[in-house]
């Protein structure tokens, strides 16, 4: 019995973080109507970030629980890198056929990818200072880090928090104007450029978000990202792109298939998830919640 | 109305006869006057030619891009690697003889579900099966020796005419092998020239340019789509199947979608809306990729910034470039 419910905590903590890059790949896309393929690369930039700037908080001699407010602070960077790449890199494509989009953010991850192993190198960067600064509590017998609760808890709060932006706030209304008829909302009187702006900052916010949140747990490696957006799009693509619930109920499904699947069918479980993915694509091509 | 200069012209055989004539002769002759290194890749260059040529049937004349064709490639590569340990023979034609058919009815398969889809669910479905064949090979390694993956020895060419065991054999396998493989380049090269100009081609540039009018004159639309993934990953697959003895191993790199990247990243370089963009794409990206791993550790950074350069300046390629360039000189002249 402890035995399950650590797995269904396992589950829940790596739905979360799953939850944060596909629901922040789901926005841009629903926003803007392009897939960025950096959207991983980004998640690997807030995990080194924020296991750098524990790091230096440990070096600077900050008591454990001041390392808690570094965690935000890797996410806030890595929005900052979207503000700057949106309008830069971005904005040139929109009205540009699909491919180019597609191929510019391919660019992209080779730079980041890159870029991550010229400032930090090849050896895995670990915050685990946090895990410890946590007690470890005891489920029927087994033990559980604490910090992986806190990181189910802050999967949650953001689930709600940008169900709240989307649907009960201006802001929300703004970015679901654009969303549905950009030119519309343009002739309305919205800015825009400024709306895109702001949601690829938050898609990318999101992205930063788990790579911080997760980097305690586990290092930050090379490669991360990319295999973060190979299942980000396994999440997308069953949940439905550009929806807030497909990215939820995605993230759900994947993770708990997958932690299954690291159990009891090892060599199939990549395998699995994306066939379930090209099933889902065949039944239902918008996914079980997309409208696109 | 101006004619599009990015447009495929119509010319017919005789007339990429003429065109090809002198590139294939300083090709014939190349062997005579570089060293085995540059032979070496001069046959990189040709083979990943061959695979985008295959992957622009899609993206360029029927309007899919498609973001898995490692897989094909890879399969052609993995069926090689099967063939050599299962069966034994060292013989090349076997090996194509017994990949073709396999490359081609995975295609077939993998097509029909793909072809279902068009523009960015087309992308991730290829992907995600892409994907599949990838995390297969990593994960079944006692059959494909995973990250390791599968040794290939030089084959023996023209039914076992041209062996390659002595001292000398590497050199002579290098010279041998790319004659072999740029006839069978000339041999591709002339089969798509003749596909994408047939009836069959113009009716897939019409279902790209417009599908609804394209299914108003009858044609049906997913088959044209279909036999056209088919045509290419058989073409991509080839690639792969010339590629393994080059390389002599094959890992589950090939598979991967950062390669199916690469492909269409060739693609792109050389400009995809013309016949011969994929093929100057593929022979330079492949020299690209060589020299920027040669020269800096930071490689993938360096390819990363001419990709983004390339898009945003020179969307049509270094081949719809050059065209746009001389259109402009020939203006300017008269």
């Known amino acids: 019995m402890a035995f399950l419910t650590i797995q269904i905590l396992n589950s829940l903590l790596y739905a979360s973080v799953l939850f944060l890059i596909a629901a922040g790949l789901s926005l841009i896309f629903g926003v803007m109507r392009i897939i960025n393929l950096a959207h991983g690369s980004l998640y690997a930039v807030g995990a080194y970030v924020t296991a750098w700037l524990v790091g230096r908080g440990i070096a600077l001699g900050l008591p454990p629980g001041w390392l808690f407010l570094l965690l935000p602070l890797g996410a806030l960077s890595v929005a900052l890198i979207g503000i700057v790449i949106e309008p830069l890199l971005l904005r040139p494509f929109y009205r540009r056929a699909e491919e180019y989009q597609l191929l510019v953010t391919f660019g992209l991850i080779q730079i980041l990818e890159d870029s991550i192993r010229f400032i930090w190198g090849g050896t895995p960067l670990s915050a685990d200072a946090l895990m410890d600064a946590l007690p470890i509590i005891h489920i029927g017998g087994l033990l559980y880090p604490a910090y992986n609760l806190v990181v189910i808890g802050i999967g949650v709060v953001a689930a709600l928090a940008l169900w709240v932006a989307i649907y009960h706030t201006k802001f929300g209304v703004m970015l679901r104007a654009t969303s549905q008829d950009r030119r519309m909302a343009s002739a309305l009187g919205l800015n825009v450029g400024l709306v895109y702006v702001m949601a690829f900052g938050i898609g990318c916010f999101m992205a930063g978000l788990g790579g911080a949140i997760v980097v305690p747990t586990q290092a930050a490696v090379l490669g991360m990202g990319i295999d973060a957006l190979v299942i980000a799009f396994v999440v997308v693509v069953i949940g439905g792109l550009g929806s807030l619930k497909g990215a939820l109920v995605g993230a759900l499904v994947v993770s708990f298939v997958r932690t299954a699947g690291i159990q009891f069918f090892p060599e199939l479980e990549l395998a699995v998830l994306y066939l379930i993915a090209a099933l889902v694509l065949l039944v239902r091509p918008t996914g079980l919640f997309g409208t696109a | 109305m101006k004619p599009d200069p990015n447009a ?182 002339v089969l798509m020239w003749v596909v994408v100009h047939s009836p069959f081609g113009k009716a897939l540039q019409a279902i790209r340019d417009n599908e609804v009018r394209a299914r108003f004159l009858g044609l049906r639309i997913r088959r044209f789509r279909w036999i056209s993934f088919l045509v290419s990953g058989t073409f991509t697959g080839l690639a792969g199947i010339l590629w393994v003895p080059l390389n002599g191993l094959t890992t589950p790199d090939v598979l991967y979608w950062t390669f199916s990247g690469e492909i269409v990243f060739s693609a792109l370089l050389g400009g995809f809306r013309n016949f011969t963009g994929p093929i100057v794409g593929g022979i330079v990206f492949t020299y690209l990729k060589t020299y920027a791993v040669a020269t800096t550790e930071y490689w993938q950074l360096l390819l990363g910034v001419v990709l983004v350069t390339l898009v945003l300046v020179l969307p049509t390629g270094i081949v719809g470039g050059l065209s746009t360039l001389g259109l402009w000189l020939r203006k300017g002249k008269s």
């Open chain 2, 8 to 189: 495929p012209r119509d010319r017919s055989l005789p007339r990429l006869a003429a065109a090809m004539a002198p590139v294939l002769l300083l090709l014939i002759l190349l062997p005579t006057f570089v060293e085995t290194y540059q032979i070496q890749l001069v046959t990189y260059g040709l083979i990943a030619a061959i695979a985008a040529l295959g992957f622009n049937l899609l993206l360029g004349y029927t309007g899919l891009l498609s973001f898995g064709h490692s897989a094909y490639f890879g399969l052609g590569a993995y069926t090689v690697a099967f063939v050599v340990q299962r069966l034994g023979p060292h013989s090349m034609e076997f090996y194509i003889l017994i990949g073709i058919p396999v490359v081609a009815i995975v295609s077939a398969l993998f097509g029909y579900v793909c072809v279902r889809h068009t523009r960015i669910f087309f992308g991730i479905l290829t992907l995600a099966i892409s994907q599949v064949v990838y995390s297969l090979a990593l994960k079944l390694y006692w059959v494909t020796g995973g990250s390791d993956g599968l040794r290939v020895p030089r084959p023996a060419l023209l039914l076992g005419l041209l062996n390659f065991s002595g001292p000398r054999g590497f050199q002579q396998f290098i010279t041998s092998y790319y004659y072999y493989v740029l006839a069978i380049f000339v041999v591709c090269v």
